[in-house]
């Protein structure tokens, strides 16, 4: 997982989803049955879950390190002492809310490895000055719960970035299902008679262009809140989970904007009328949801991929969550 480093620009972060929104919509909304709520799910081995081989190999690291020191004297960090300093960070950094998500690979025993891989890759500062190769339990308990706290910072800033990217898939396939049928006929027609037609290249310049429109009403609904969110520690988490109540906000008015008498409205009315409801519509979902964008914002927490706000409101039931933290 990457490091987070600051939250992306406006712009880095809508070329992240526009290019995963182009690369999901195309193989999800055009007759295929994958369900949207795959996206953001991973490929678990036993190597990525396997924690308690971890531990071993950052003793076999502490032993190494205690050999080259003056004095052989043995250390007090053993298997017993990482495994409660390890159960004490996951529940102190609240990673147990992750693992109790139902059909996501943020399993218990996944991200107690994530905990010590990234405790593992700062281990060498534990043998920096004075140490003399010896790192006591108590210096390693801390490096763990750092790496606790970071974990579930980056696994909520992921799952965030997922929830907006599977949003905005979403808006395609409903842009698909309400004026797929428009398309093909028209291209039926241009393939039967030979000849090509003005409106089959409007269709497609439409749903080819959907997801910059989409993007572009989003940054502009959220702008008033960038000067909040960048006070935030959280700031990548707030911008994406703002992206993603938009795009939710934006397919329930998929009709509205989209069509006309006839059938699908010309792309420059869809433009200006998605504009229209992102600031009028989605921006009080964004108000109800953060607060007042000149305020500090309303804390958030984590809530699974499948989620999805309508009517304004989160729409959370409990077929979305396992009844204890299970493991793949």
Not at 14 to 42: C, H
Not at 88 to 114: C, H, I, N, P, Q
Not at 215 to 243: D, F, K
Request: aromatic share 8%; charged share 30%; glycine share 6%.
């Amino acid at each position: 997982m990457a490091a987070s480093k600051g939250a992306p620009s406006s712009k880095d972060q809508m070329d992240i989803l526009r290019y995963k929104v182009a690369s999901t919509a195309v193989s999800t909304a055009v007759g295929s049955t994958k369900d949207l709520f795959e996206v953001g799910q991973t490929t678990s081995n036993e190597a990525d879950r396997d924690y308690t081989a971890k531990i071993g190999t950052i003793i076999d690291r502490l032993n190494e390190e205690q050999g080259k020191a003056d004095n052989n004297e043995p250390g007090d960090v053993n298997m017993t002492a990482i495994e409660q300093s390890l159960e004490k960070a996951f529940k102190s950094a609240k990673l147990d809310v992750y693992g109790r998500f139902a059909g996501e690979s943020w399993t218990s025993d996944r991200m107690r490895k994530m905990i010590l891989d990234l405790a593992d890759a700062e281990l060498s500062r534990l043998f920096k000055g004075n140490t003399k190769g010896s790192a006591p339990m108590s210096a390693l308990d801390a490096l763990i719960q750092r790496a606790g706290e970071s974990v579930y910072r980056r696994i909520f800033e992921t799952s965030e970035l997922l929830a907006a990217n599977r949003s905005a898939a979403l808006f395609m396939q409903r842009l698909y299902q309400t004026h797929g049928k428009l398309v093909d006929k028209n291209k039926d027609k241009a393939s039967k008679d030979g000849t090509a037609h003005k409106e089959d290249d409007d269709d497609d310049e439409v749903m080819e262009s959907a997801d910059g429109i989409i993007s572009r009403a989003a940054l502009g609904v959220i702008r008033p809140y960038e000067t909040a969110m960048r006070r935030s520690e959280n700031a990548y988490v707030y911008r994406y989970r703002a992206q993603r109540i938009v795009f939710d906000c934006l397919s329930e008015q998929i009709v509205a904007t989209t069509s006309s008498e006839t059938g699908r409205a010309e792309k420059s009315v869809i433009e200006h009328k998605i504009t229209e409801a992102s600031n009028n519509i989605c921006g009080k979902w964004l108000l109800a949801q953060f607060g007042k964008p000149t305020e500090e914002l309303e804390p958030q927490k984590p809530y699974p991929l499948r989620a999805v706000w309508a009517n304004g409101k989160l729409k959370d039931n409990p077929a979305m969550y396992n009844n204890s933290l299970g493991t793949f």
